[in-house]
């Protein structure tokens, strides 16, 4: 399973773009990037999904380089209701032998 | 689609109690789904893989006896706490393999063993 690395936290104000990067080196052909978000006392919503290039939604971009080994999720014009954990995980989402490990996320705070 | 239902959203149970956490898939089918727990201030923990029909597979560490897991359906898989103490106050986070959707989780039971 690929391990992923995070920013353990990140700050912003309303109306800003956030990009989060995430580091997954290890990554596999058939691997597959996804990000959650969680609030507090709720569990991680899906939010965007990629495998290469770029990827929107109504919520957010996801950014992959060609060697696919990081991935940036990009939030625009943040408002204070994005202030949540942001979780990357990597692998064969669509396999049911494969398990959702996740790591540290990263902490984003939204400001006035 | 592809929504999960996780029951209680949250409990209070004696030591040495048993409490029993439900999670549904209530439009789809899933043959597997994963429990997990997550302590304040953490990301979550894999404790186990729950297979419809057959016996969960367990994470290192998380102890099988205590933590009971039963999926006898495509709709339903339980986790049950056996003889809880303080310690096993958490977060409780079921989620499922949709298919379509991809994983798809519960929203969470809060457990407090007093």
């Known amino acids: 399973l690929a391990k992923t690395t995070q920013p353990i936290s990140m700050d912003s104000y309303e109306g800003q773009e956030v990009n989060i990067t995430c580091s997954h080196n290890?990554?596999?052909?058939?691997?597959?990037i996804t990000w959650y978000q969680q609030f507090p006392s709720q569990g991680p919503r899906f939010i965007i999904q990629g495998y290469k290039t770029k990827v929107t939604n109504e919520v957010a971009s996801l950014f992959i380089p060609a060697d696919r080994k990081s991935s940036t999720l990009s939030l625009p014009r943040v408002s204070l209701s994005d202030t949540a954990v942001y979780y990357c995980l990597v692998g064969a989402s669509k396999d049911s032998s494969y398990k959702l490990i996740f790591g540290s996320g990263t902490r984003l705070l939204v400001r006035p | 689609g592809a929504v999960v239902s996780q029951h209680p959203s949250w409990v209070i149970c004696k030591s040495g109690t048993s409490v029993k956490i439900e999670c549904r898939s209530l439009d789809f089918q899933a043959t597997t789904m994963f429990w997990y727990r997550q302590f304040p201030k953490q990301s979550l923990m894999l404790m186990a893989t729950s297979n419809e029909g057959s016996k969960a597979t367990y994470e290192q560490g998380v102890e099988k006896d205590k933590f009971l897991i039963n999926h006898a359906s495509l709709t339903l898989s339980t986790l049950t706490v056996t003889s809880a103490h303080p310690e096993d106050s958490s977060f409780y986070i079921c989620?499922?393999?949709?298919?379509?959707?991809?994983?798809?989780f519960g929203s969470g039971t809060r457990l407090t063993v007093v």
């Open positions: 989620s499922a393999l949709t298919g379509t959707y991809g994983y798809t």
């Open positions: 290890n990554i596999a052909t058939n691997d597959y």
